[in-house]
């Protein structure tokens, strides 16, 4: 069952940067806005060193962890690059009425 939680107003994220989520229990979210308008959700922990992906560099689609530099793409959580190889959760998002929702839940 989805369990959505407003983060803030679509236009406090400028494009090309992220904001955090954190949550009472686990690791937070970190909510992506790309470039290109894309807004995403991910897991705030990189599979491989366990480091805030939240710390990290943006580069279109992709997300750089800061510690190894293993690259997430920011759509699938799926790594791009070593030294990671497990795929990062990825969360729901959803706009409305110019505000992000996200799923505290992963997606499935």
């Known amino acids: 069952m989805p369990n959505f939680v407003r983060v803030c107003a679509l236009?406090?994220?400028?494009?090309?940067?992220?904001?955090?989520l954190d949550l009472e229990?686990?690791?937070?979210?970190?909510?992506i806005r790309a470039a290109n308008?894309?807004?995403s959700a991910l897991q705030d922990r990189c599979s491989h060193g366990e480091f805030p992906l939240s710390d990290g560099y943006l580069e279109g689609e992709l997300l750089e962890c800061p510690l190894h530099g293993a690259k997430f793409c920011v759509r699938t959580g799926r790594p791009q690059?070593?030294?990671?190889?497990?795929?990062?959760?990825r969360h729901d998002v959803k706009i409305e009425d110019g505000n992000v929702y996200v799923d505290t839940q992963p997606a499935l």
């Open 81 to 89: 690059t070593p030294p990671a190889t497990l795929a990062v959760e």
């Open 37 to 39: 308008g894309l807004v």
């Open 25 to 31: 229990d686990g690791p937070g979210i970190v909510i």
């Open 11 to 20: 236009e406090d994220i400028p494009l090309g940067e992220m904001r955090r």
